[in-house]
């Protein structure tokens, strides 16, 4: 049987310039701070895999200062000597010496699988049990926060069949406020033939959603992105099936255990699935898993990842039969540089699924010492 043991884990923080001021409900940036991790065999195989918080640790506790810190001082002992290609038994392992810090831990996995699919020759998805599709939709958030700025960037996307479908970001002013930006955003949007999703970042309760998701709706918003606490199944579960518009689950799914309850509760009427928020491509696989046994749909969703993180998520989306919902991952045209040499490719209003071993990118070293943190 092959092994490829561990010989040296290395973390290195890149901060890689944004093309335009991106809106959190909970904060703003202008650049993106991205751990990249790059593990080598003694065989000589090296994988890189990302790790990508949006914006800070404001999300899940993780940013990137803290993943390099929990790399570094605890997970990379704990790697040397192991095998990277047992891939399960490696995650064990981490999980024993640390709960939680999935974005560390999916980074880690991703540079694994990376030099899995360079060992066998294969593509991640192959690695993955083989491809549903080639391509996923591409659904844009638009988050400059400003009306006229939002609709030339719908424009352009729109005329160079970058995207079709948007998602306003919604969750850091007033609700009647916010309802009213969406609301105009949305009416320009439409009158271009794009289709509108809101993302409200759990910024209200339940009771606000209620007063205000019907004037939305009624603006011709069509999917409504975690309205509440994502702890809040119960209070999602009572707004699912309420309006004609459908809901979309992402902080409120990202455990096995959150996915197990959308039988129980129907809380959702699809899940977006993300390696990073799941601890994994593995762990996020299992979840679509328990979405398609219930009859959920899944969406692709993002940490405005590079084409590293990109190129994973794209090629579980591509593996799986129930992930048609469409994809966020835009990273690799949001960014204003990419840091590989072969980005992802976004064209048709899709995003293509890599062919090439592991995760079918390649690190660009000019831009990671043009971009390494100091």
Known sequence: MSSELIESVESIIVDVPIKRVHKFSATSITTQAILLIR?????????????????????????????????????????????????????????????????????????????????????????????????????????????????????????????????????????????????????????????????????????????????????GVSVIEQPVQGWNHEAMARI??????????????????DALKIGSLRFADAFALKAMKSGGILAAQKIAGIAEAAGVPCFAGCFLEASIGSSAMVSLACALPNATYGSEQIGPIWLKEEIVEDPVEIRDNRIWVKHGPGLGVTLSEEKLQRFRRR
């Not at 390099?68 to 990379?76: A, E, G, R, T």
């Not at 844009?140 to 970058?162: C, F, K, Q, T, Y």
């Not at 809901?247 to 990202?254: I, N, P």
């Open 240 to 257: 699912t099936g309420k309006y004609s518009a459908q809901v979309l689950a992402d902080e409120s799914v990202c455990t096995l255990q």
């Open 39 to 219: 593990i080598r065999t003694r065989n000589g195989v090296v994988g890189i895999g990302e790790s990508t918080t949006p914006g800070g640790p404001w999300w899940l506790g993780e940013s990137v200062e803290s993943m390099k810190l929990m790399i570094d001082s605890y997970f990379s002992p704990a790697l040397i000597g192991s095998d990277a290609l047992q891939i399960p038994e490696v995650l064990r392992k981490l999980n024993k010496i640390a709960a939680l810090n999935s974005f560390a831990k999916a980074g880690i996995e991703m540079a694994l699988f990376d030099i899995k699919g360079k060992v066998f020759n294969a593509p991640l998805h192959q690695l993955l049990g083989g491809l549903a599709r080639e391509s996923v939709k591409t659904c844009w958030p638009l988050a400059i926060g400003d009306i006229d700025r939002d609709v030339a960037e719908a424009e352009h996307l729109l005329s160079e069949n970058l995207a079709q479908e948007f998602k306003i970001k919604m969750g850091y002013r007033e609700p009647k406020e916010d309802v009213a930006f969406a609301c105009s955003l949305a009416s320009a949007l439409l009158s271009r033939g794009a289709t509108v999703r809101v993302d409200i970042n759990q910024a209200w309760d339940e009771g606000t959603a209620h007063r205000w998701l019907p004037v939305m709706i009624d603006a």
